[in-house]
Structures are given as structure tokens and as C-alpha cells.
């Protein structure tokens, strides 16, 4: 069993709850704990409790981390905090007391070679735990990062579906970079596999149609994010027929518990400024972390590609009969 802890910006998008619930359901996974990081992380703190209490599991320790950036780093989206998710009140359950940073830090430590942590935003959290803690890369025993771009998607009509650069790593590079070179056993999965796997009509439905508490959450969380998801396309210049219900933060998890639901390569991937042609932007820009494939020995393994006709009917499953 794997014993898994989620670091997650969660709140701003619907995937990273969505990821907690494939963890609380997923039979191969040991919940250890969920940290929070970038901006408001104690209102993060606050949704991820609100979720597990909802679905049985408040057992599962909270830590509010690191909201600021290592460096200096702009946002590039908005976020909805909590919308859905706080329909009938919040939550009983409270983050505990103390630092996600410290937490990840004596987890690791104390269980050298077991923990596996899944960061599903800015990996702020862990290179800060890398900072603190000499011994914790050695002691870590897997690190999973929702992160990076790899092989732009690009369709049939020529169009780019995936960005150039990819929001979690960009909110924080200078923690990207402290982490990326860390020597950590690192598995990438990079947004242009996981815009793979978007989450098909029938598992809506399905979901709308179960009795399942995780079922539920999703249904309401579900609910307010179609205009959400409008409108932070239209404020970095996406066209909007490219939005769908992608299951970015979910396939990372279910990474942790079936490494056989994607198709890995051994890379260098380095992560570095350079000079960038943003259409939408209609200019050159030089402040974009690009995560880059080298001619270099290993670093990590990276997702190229994944089984997304199994991974998506698996966590409509998980979810649609869960707890």
C-alpha cells in the first residue's frame, strides 16, 4: 500500500478536490495527510478539511503551508475559492496546528523510504522542505509533480491545445528549479498528457445519478464551473470551445496507486528561461519557466503518454461507488 500525502493549491480549479477524493477512495493508497500551498493556503487548508469531513475521512491531517513564493512570481489565473463546496456550511474539522513545511519535513524523516507526496500546484512546500532538511531527499520515496510541459499538444487543424508554459510551475520557479534539481525520484506528469484524459459526459451523468458523499461533492463542485472555467479562458486569451472537465490533478494521484496507467520515459528535463513566442500575447516574452528535454543524463521519469479509457472509467468508478 502506498502511503501518500497531497500538497494542492486547492480551491482554483476543481481537479485538485477531485484528487482528494480519488485518494479517500482509492484502496491502494494510505492517506497520510494533505498540505496546502500557494496564497490564501489556510482558506485551502479550510476546503480540503470541508472535503474530508463530507466524505467520512476526518482522520486525515490538514496543514495550511507556504502561501508566497520563494521568488518573485505572478499568478497567472484567478481563482473560486471554495464555490460548491461550502454549500451546506463549513466545515467542524480544522487544519492542524503547525506548518505543512514541518509536517512533510518529520513525516519523511520518520518514515525513510515509505512516503510518497503528489504536489498538484506550486511546489513551494517541498523545496522548502528540501531547504530545511538535508536528509529529505534521500528519505523521500517518491515524488509525484501534476507539472511542466513537455510536448505541446498540437491538433489536427495545427492549433496548439496545450499552453507553452504550465501554471503550478510557474507560480513558483524558483522553488521548480530547487526541486527539479534535487535528485529526488521524480515521476513528471506534464499537462500535455493529462489534457488526455478529460472526464467523459457518462461519468457526469453517472455521478449526478449516485448516492456516493464523494459522488455528490463532485456534482457540486461541478455545478458553478462552467462559467468559471469561461471565464478564466477568456482572461489569458484561450478560446473557449478548447475548454473541457480535465482530469489533470486525478491522474497524478492515480499515478501513486497504478504506475501502469501511464507510459514513462527516463529524461533530463531542465527548467530555464528562454525566449518565448506567446501568440495570444502577440510578443516575445523572456519571464516564462519553460521545463525543456535535454541531451542530458537522466533526472526523472516523465508521462508521455497514458491509458485514458481505463484511468477515466477508473475514477468515475472510485468515486460513483466510493465511500
Known amino acids: 500500500m502506498e502511503r501518500l500525502i497531497i500538497d494542492t493549491d486547492i480551491g482554483t480549479y476543481y481537479d485538485d478536490a477531485f484528487a482528494v477524493l480519488l485518494a479517500a477512495n482509492s484502496p491502494e493508497l494510505r492517506f497520510e495527510g494533505v498540505t496546502t500551498c500557494y496564497g490564501d493556503t489556510a482558506l485551502r487548508a479550510e476546503i480540503a478539511c ?39 456550511g463549513r466545515p467542524e474539522k480544522q487544519p492542524e496546528p503547525g506548518s505543512a513545511v514541518d509536517f512533510l519535513v518529520r513525516m519523511v524523516r520518520e518514515n525513510p523510504g515509505e512516503i510518497t507526496i503528489c504536489t498538484l500546484g506550486a511546489v513551494t512546500n517541498v523545496a ?30 495545427g492549433i ?47 455521478m449526478e445519478e449516485a448516492s456516493s ?30 475548454t473541457g472537465i480535465w482530469l489533470h490533478d486525478p491522474l497524478t494521484v492515480a499515478v501513486a496507486a497504478d504506475p501502469g496507467l501511464i507510459t ?14 506567446v501568440p495570444r500575447d502577440l510578443l516575445i516574452r523572456h ?16 508521462a508521455v503518454d497514458v491509458d485514458a479509457e481505463r484511468f477515466t472509467q477508473l475514477f468515475a468508478d472510485l468515486i460513483v461507488d466510493g465511500r
Not at 534521500?138 to 510541459?149: A, D, E, P
Not at 459522488?215 to 478560446?239: C, D, F, N, T
Not at 514513462?264 to 513566442?277: F, G, I, K, Q, W
Open 160 to 206: 496548439t491545445r496545450s499552453p507553452i508554459e504550465e501554471y503550478n510551475l510557474n507560480n513558483d520557479p524558483v522553488a521548480a528549479k530547487i526541486v527539479m534539481n534535487s535528485g529526488a525520484n521524480i515521476t513528471l506528469v506534464p499537462i500535455d498528457v493529462t489534457l488526455r484524459v478529460p472526464m467523459a459526459q457518462r461519468h457526469i451523468e453517472a
Open 264 to 277: 514513462s520515459a527516463r529524461l533530463h528535463v531542465a527548467t530555464e528561461y528562454a525566449p518565448t513566442l
Open 287 to 302: 519571464d516564462v519557466l519553460r521545463t525543456i528535454p535535454k541531451k542530458k543524463a537522466p533526472n526523472m521519469n516523465v
Open 128 to 157: 522548502a522542505a528540501i531547504r530545511q532538511d538535508p536528509t529529505f531527499v534521500t528519505n523521500l520515496k517518491h515524488l509525484i509533480i501534476m507539472g511542466g510541459v513537455i510536448v505541446p499538444v498540437v491538433d489536427e487543424k
Open 213 to 242: 458523499k464523494s459522488a455528490q461533492m463532485v456534482s457540486r463542485i461541478l455545478k458553478p464551473w462552467p462559467e468559471q472555467e469561461r471565464l478564466i479562458y477568456l482572461s489569458v486569451g484561450i478560446p473557449t470551445e478548447f
Open 50 to 88: 470541508k472535503i474530508l469531513e463530507f466524505v467520512g475521512m476526518p482522520d486525515v491531517p490538514v496543514y495550511a503551508g507556504i502561501g508566497d513564493p520563494l521568488g518573485e512570481a505572478e499568478a497567472l489565473m484567478f481563482g473560486f475559492e471554495g464555490q460548491g463546496i461550502f454549500d451546506d
